[in-house]
């Protein structure tokens, strides 16, 4: 209790508003999973709330799928993405006992994004000292610009920036408090970064990298003990996980998804087989080596000035961080931040300007709202000191009230464009009218089609349409599926389809909205049947068994 009475009234009330402002944030805006990440997520969570355990009936991606595919089609879940994402938004429909139902799943996405901003509010102390500051800093990670449209979604956004932030937190503590503990917290932190996203393991090496520093002025024999510290606070989270694995595909961790590291156009996600090497990259030369790194630090530069600093906030975080680069509290922190910027620019380049960056960096948006309301108060005093007339204790709440205006501004006319909808898509409808309630299908997105229809099947592969046969017989796919998107078809790169030609193992079925065919063996050109004029040409329809979201 004594704790508690320590906390001042204005934290009080920062924490009541900041909960109700997640809270419409999060349903306000995001009331379905808004693209392919939070589906997925969601979808495993859902069977894992009715029961069914961490599996999936469909695939996103080739890498780690299991090899023979089962033949009840039911195959193990996360075997690219990790699983802390799923975890969650199945423990808050199975407290409510409300499979299905996104708002139970959106729990606790809002507690963490409420968390993330009192961690904000903690750093806007620590860096600047005033209630100003955390005040400041708290309402900037809540109206966080681009990021707010995401919040709300089942997705890596909400709890990475919690977990991810206060990992740095503990890190830089431990290396200034040096006592066990903060190590053991900074080991329980990064692995449910880790558990939340696989570049989660770069917390665990920033930790480390700071203990073993030369900065951290300690003995041999602390290392040690701090190290093993840190390690057990980590297996303690991801030991289970390991275990999993390691019954499911006897590693404790899939390796598939290092081969992005060697892609040469980003549609090699959905390679069939999957997998890339350095041959693959370097095949020319290093053109496509510099071209890849190029386009990413392009992209990721965008991202850095217009996601991470809200434009006009870039500079003024970057100038703060300078000014404070021999706190120990940020060794960690910026250690992170480079290590990430760098290995989303160099190792990983184009997963990591298509998205990756934007995802991990989640974690900073809470430092990032820090340093730039000290950097502000850092500049004013600058300018101040080169013209006497500047009065900095007048221009500093002024042009903070300013920076959250804009902040504010920012994601309102960000979260107005990007407001889900739980309506089920008219395209999704005519799949469920059409294809019988056993159908499994090749289509670009089977995480929305299964969370819609609840059909399972696999992806459209970056390969030509000949291995459509052999990707059938071997996941028991029926049917292919082409959208349209607009005068094209939303096909990956070197999926060359000419609807007018389609392979003769192809048999089409009138559909509204896109090509649908179905898989079978060869017919020969004298045996081969006219598209049917029928809306699902007999074949019976799951329209019944489609999706009511209006219910748990």
């Not at 799928?65 to 195959?75: I, L, Q, R, S, T």
């Not at 303690?236 to 006897?250: D, K, Q, Y």
């Not at 630090?297 to 003024?316: D, H, K, R, S």
């Not at 290590?339 to 960096?361: D, E, I, N």
Request: proline share 7%; glycine share 12%.
């Amino acid at each position: 209790m004594t704790g508690l009475r320590a906390i001042p009234r204005h934290a009080w009330l920062f924490g009541l508003l900041a909960l109700v402002i997640a809270t419409v944030i999060t349903r306000g805006v995001v009331q379905s999973p808004p693209y392919t990440d939070a589906f997925y997520y969601f979808n495993a969570a859902e069977r894992l709330a009715a029961g069914n355990g961490l599996t999936d009936t469909y695939l996103w991606t080739y890498i780690g799928a299991p090899d023979p595919w089962p033949d009840d089609n039911v195959a193990p879940s996360h075997l690219y993405w990790m699983p802390f994402a799923s975890l969650l938004a199945g423990g808050g429909m199975a407290v409510a006992d409300a499979p299905g139902h996104y708002p139970s799943a959106q729990a606790p996405f809002t507690l963490l994004f409420f968390g993330m901003a009192c961690v904000a509010f903690w750093l806007g102390g620590r860096l600047g000292g005033s209630a100003r500051h955390m005040w400041v800093a708290g309402l900037i990670a809540l109206f966080s610009g681009f990021y707010t449209r995401f919040w709300g979604a089942t997705s890596t956004f909400a709890p990475y920036a919690f977990f991810g932030a206060l990992a740095l937190v503990f890190i830089g503590i431990a290396g200034r408090d040096k006592r066990a503990h903060w190590w053991l917290l900074a080991g329980i932190c990064a692995g449910f970064g880790h558990l939340t996203r696989s570049d989660g393991l770069l917390l665990l090496m920033v930790a480390f990298g700071v203990l073993f520093w030369p900065w951290a002025q300690l003995s041999v024999r602390r290392r040690g003990l701090f190290a093993l510290v840190l390690a057990a606070g980590y297996l303690a989270v991801m030991g289970p996980w390991f275990l999993r694995n390691l019954a499911e595909i006897g590693a404790i961790l899939p390796v598939g998804g290092t081969d992005t590291a060697w892609y040469v156009v980003y549609d090699e996600l959905v390679s069939y087989p999957p997998g890339a090497e350095p041959g693959d990259l370097f095949a020319d030369g290093l053109g496509a080596f510099f071209e890849t790194r190029w386009l990413a630090l392009q992209n990721n530069f965008g991202t850095f000035i217009g996601v991470e600093g809200l434009v006009i906030m870039a500079p003024l975080m970057l100038y703060g961080l300078w000014n404070r680069r021999r706190e120990p509290l940020l060794h960690g922190f910026w250690l992170y931040a480079l290590g990430l910027h760098l290995a989303m620019t160099l190792v990983f380049p184009l997963p990591g300007y298509r998205g990756g960056l934007f995802h991990s960096a989640a974690a900073l948006v809470p430092w990032w709202a820090a340093l730039g309301v000290a950097g502000l108060d850092d500049t004013v005093d600058w300018i101040a000191s080169k013209r006497r007339r500047w009065r900095p204790r007048t221009a500093k709440p002024v042009f903070s009230a300013g920076l959250v205006i804009l902040a504010v501004t920012l994601s309102l006319s960000n979260a107005s464009g990007g407001i889900s909808s739980d309506e089920i898509p008219r395209f999704y409808r005519n799949i469920a009218q059409t294809l019988p309630a056993d159908a499994r299908v090749m289509i670009n997105d089977p995480t929305a089609l299964y969370y819609f229809t609840g059909l399972g099947g696999v992806v459209i592969p970056n390969e030509d349409p000949a291995v459509i046969r052999d990707i059938a017989d071997t996941f028991n796919v029926d049917y292919l599926l082409l959208e349209r998107q607009g005068a094209v078809l939303g096909v990956p790169q070197r999926f060359d389809f000419d609807v007018d030609n389609p392979p003769n193992f192809l048999t089409e079925i009138d559909f509204d909205g896109g090509y649908l065919y179905q898989v079978g063996a060869y017919v020969p050109p004298f045996l081969q049947q006219p598209p049917a004029s029928g809306g699902n040409d007999g074949i019976g329809s799951m329209e019944g068994d489609i999706r009511d979201q209006s219910t748990p």
